[in-house]
């Protein structure tokens, strides 16, 4: 609760019960890639991966298996 900021235990709750609803049949694990180029990371997008940071000009993104 305080980790997550939320005033009251209900709030946590809340947010708990909507995690677990949204994301019970999906899998912790991810297919990761890199993209160079603009239209590596338009292919990465294209085929549903996730923009997740950039480090030295490279980007990462994610995918759930």
């Known amino acids: 609760m305080e980790f997550l900021g939320h005033t009251t235990l209900q709030h946590t ?36 991966f996730e923009y997740i940071n950039e480090i030295n000009h490279v980007y990462l993104y994610r995918k759930r298996k």
């Open 13 to 48: 709750k809340k947010y708990v019960q909507l995690e677990r609803a949204l994301f019970q049949n999906q899998s912790d694990e991810f297919v990761c890639k890199i993209a160079k180029t603009p239209e590596e990371a338009m292919a990465l997008i294209e085929l549903g």
